[in-house]
């Protein structure tokens, strides 16, 4: 019986084997080809010429680059001043490697980075960057002012001074104060929404529009689209543009928790490349924009204030992650001086940030 047994099982087991074996495709080596030419590299952080500012005397700073290969990276090398700060060597990808390497320690004063990339066959591609770390003066913020983006030459909030969160590869360009942030495709910056929003809202700050592509998100507040599949609009903040023939509209769009309101187009401009400045300032009953700094659209007796009911997180620059099913994508315009508040600011505060700024 155990000779039977064993004769079945043995049977089995090799029935098994070749009717596997009749369902798979044979293997075939593919040749792997040559490594033809030198990585590909770009760092985005920090910016060649500009600043790094900090509250902090010795600061963290965050290296940002990407590295691609035709065939297989083999190295990163990071140096600081002319000394090896990081040598990367382990990829998820082994033809791309992107990359954010925190260097603790960095001093007040002009530096030099430079990134070397070398692929297996040792071919190597480097690129350098000069900037200049800057301790600067802690800032003294308005009532309830809770987000302050001066964007010279750093993404970071001046209250706090943390540094914002970047999405993409966005960059710098001449500003009304120093420095603007520039818009770039895939690119925003994002921030948790713990501790700055409340039953009031407004924002205040310089736009310079880039009218391409035909439609963008400035501002988003709103719930994860792919949690919950909501285009009721009902809560959150959103600030949009959109082609008019040759001009552009630009719009908001806020929820009160069982309806939403807009009030767009609140300005139609012409893509002449002038600067103008935008305040929204938002109570639990009125809402009120101007343009450099005047009124420019009112909407009084709203019924409740904005819900911002699991709106975990804002993007400036674009609609994404959540607000995109109308391809409010990334929008390519400058922004500058950027200020958040969690009340209504009021009309003589809004002149008082034209004025300063103009």
Known sequence: MKIIKYFLIYSLIAALAVSCEKGLDPINSVDPGTDATAPELVVSYPVDGKNVLSPDSVATITIKCVATDDFELKSVVIQLDGVEIA???SFLDYRRADISYNYNGMLDGDHVITVTATDIADKSTGQTVSFTKITVPPYDPLEDEVLYLSFDGA?????????????????YAEGKLGDAYAGATDSYLTYPTEGILGTEFSVAFWYKLNPEPARGGIIAISRPYEEYND???YKGFRMLRENSGANQNIGINFGVGTTEVWMNPFITITPDGEWIHIAVSISDTMAIIYVNGEVVMEKPGLTAPINWQDCSSISIGSGSPNFTYWDHFSDLSLYDE???????????EVLSFYNLEK
Not at 155 to 171: A, C, E, K, W
Not at 338 to 348: Q, V
């Open 338 to 348: 950027m200020h958040f508040f969690k009340r209504a600011i009021t009309a003589e």
């Open 155 to 171: 993404y970071l909030d001046r209250i706090t001074g943390n540094q914002i969160p970047v999405v993409g590869s966005p960059g």
């Open 87 to 89: 040598n990367l060597n």
């Open 231 to 233: 285009t009721t609009r």
